[in-house]
């Protein structure tokens, strides 16, 4: 079992930055690929980033150039660095991992949130 715990989420106005963190316990070693994505209210959950073990990523267009995601594997934690925020980046952001990469994501945190102001 892999527990995921998000944490930074929070009230910005647009324009703003925030660090969300995504801290992984427990059997680790199986995890290859971690994501976060996000859920607004009345809408389906949309991938933000994903990151792989050897650290390659990819950004849907709505975020590229404006969030960038990065481990830690000292601490065994993964970020998501959000910069120049829109009122339509308001979401409840959840981190993901998985085993393998074709198959659904195995492990979710239990989100935190982030909204902007505008």
């Known amino acids: 079992q892999v527990q995921l715990a998000e944490s930074g989420g929070g009230l910005v106005p647009a324009g703003g930055s925030l660090r969300l963190s995504c801290a992984t316990s427990?059997?680790?070693?199986?995890?290859?690929?971690m994501a976060w994505y996000r859920q607004a209210p009345g809408k389906q959950r949309e991938l933000v980033a994903i990151?792989?073990?050897?650290?390659?990523?990819n950004y849907p267009d709505s975020v590229k150039g404006r969030f960038t995601i990065s481990r830690d594997n000292a601490k065994n934690t993964v970020y998501l660095s959000m910069n120049s925020l829109k009122p339509e980046d308001t979401a409840v952001y959840y981190c993901?991992?998985?085993?393998?990469?074709?198959?659904?994501?195995?492990?979710w945190g239990q989100g935190t949130q982030v909204t902007v102001s505008s």
């Open positions: 993901a991992a998985k085993t393998y990469a074709s198959m659904p994501y195995d492990y």
């Open positions: 427990g059997s680790i070693f199986s995890i290859n690929v």
């Open positions: 990151i792989s073990r050897v650290s390659t990523t």
